[in-house]
């Protein structure tokens, strides 16, 4: 019985906006993909369980870098690290991580870089969800917008309402996410062909599991697991941690 992580950091942050790959932009001085690699490696089950092999993707040409990164950061903690090359999508990025698996491996967590400050409590919740019988397990929240559904713009580009959505049934869908090992690599492997363009790709694993007529279940989320996409997020995100800090 071993729990994997999977950290994706291979994307390039077009949003973001930054010179450097989202992952590898510092946050209070330590790199995303850090922050995200630290807060697995401290999380606990009540069983006393804990992420023992831990995936990182990277964009073309950072491999070595980030594979240097983590040995001087990590290098101290029992853990199993790998460090592959990401693929054009994230859904490939995780189906080039799944790859390279150990064989002990039975349960996967997925994780994005790009959500640094999920704390330790989440990755074990999500853990323990799996280890209860949950073969795939999504930390979500209640939407707090009121969500509408549109049709196509107008010459000004106002978009009509078609319907608003009821909130209440509606959950915003965080990472990490667990899976059964077994479960995730059918996944993978059934959407695969779907994975290889941003049109037709998943923007999260559990949607490969939902393809396959699958169980997924939601355990309560996180708001510190929010995810940085803007520059915006990455300054409240600093915000935040010098709010901890105090
Ligand atoms: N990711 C990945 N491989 C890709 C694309 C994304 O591993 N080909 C990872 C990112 O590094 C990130 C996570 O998937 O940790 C979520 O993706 P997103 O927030 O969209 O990050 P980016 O793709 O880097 O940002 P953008 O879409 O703005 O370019
Ligand atoms: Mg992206």
């Given amino acids: 019985m071993t729990v994997a992580a999977i950290l994706t950091a291979a994307g390039s942050g077009t949003r973001l906006g930054h010179p450097l790959p989202k992952a590898l932009v510092p946050l209070r001085g330590e790199r995303l993909l850090l922050h995200a690699a630290r807060?697995?490696?401290?999380?606990?089950?009540?069983?006393?369980?804990?992420?023992?092999?831990?995936?990182?993707?990277?964009p073309a040409d950072r491999v070595d870098e980030v594979a240097a990164l983590l040995a001087g950061v990590l290098g101290e903690a029992d853990v199993r690290v790998e460090v592959v090359l990401g693929g054009a999508t994230r859904q490939a990025s995780?189906?080039?991580?799944?790859?390279?698996?150990?064989?002990?491996?039975?349960?996967?967590?997925?994780?994005?870089?790009?959500?640094?400050?999920?704390?330790p409590s989440l990755a074990a919740r999500v853990v323990e969800a799996v280890r209860a019988g949950h073969a795939a397990v999504v930390p979500g929240l209640p939407v707090v917008d009121t969500v509408k559904r549109v049709g196509p713009a107008d010459g000004?580009?106002?978009?009509?309402?078609?319907?608003t959505v009821a909130r209440t049934d509606l959950r915003a869908v965080q990472t990490p996410q667990g899976f059964e090992r077994a479960?995730?690599?059918e996944a993978h492997t059934a959407g695969a062909d779907h994975g290889r363009d941003e049109r037709t790709a998943v923007s999260d694993d559990a949607g490969l599991v939902e393809r396959l007529g699958?169980?997924?279940?939601v355990v309560r989320g996180d708001d510190r697991a929010a995810k940085i996409t803007t520059a915006r997020d990455l300054a409240l995100a600093e915000l935040l941690l010098a709010e901890e800090d105090a």
């Fill in 94 to 119: 995780v189906a080039a991580a799944i790859a390279v698996l150990p064989h002990d491996v039975d349960v996967v967590l997925v994780h994005d870089a790009a959500r640094p400050l999920a704390p």
């Fill in 183 to 185: 479960l995730l690599v």
């Fill in 39 to 58: 807060g697995l490696l401290a999380a606990r089950t009540t069983a006393g369980e804990r992420v023992e092999v831990l995936v990182v993707t990277t």
């Fill in 156 to 163: 000004s580009g106002a978009e009509r309402v078609r319907e």
């Fill in 214 to 217: 699958r169980p997924v279940w």
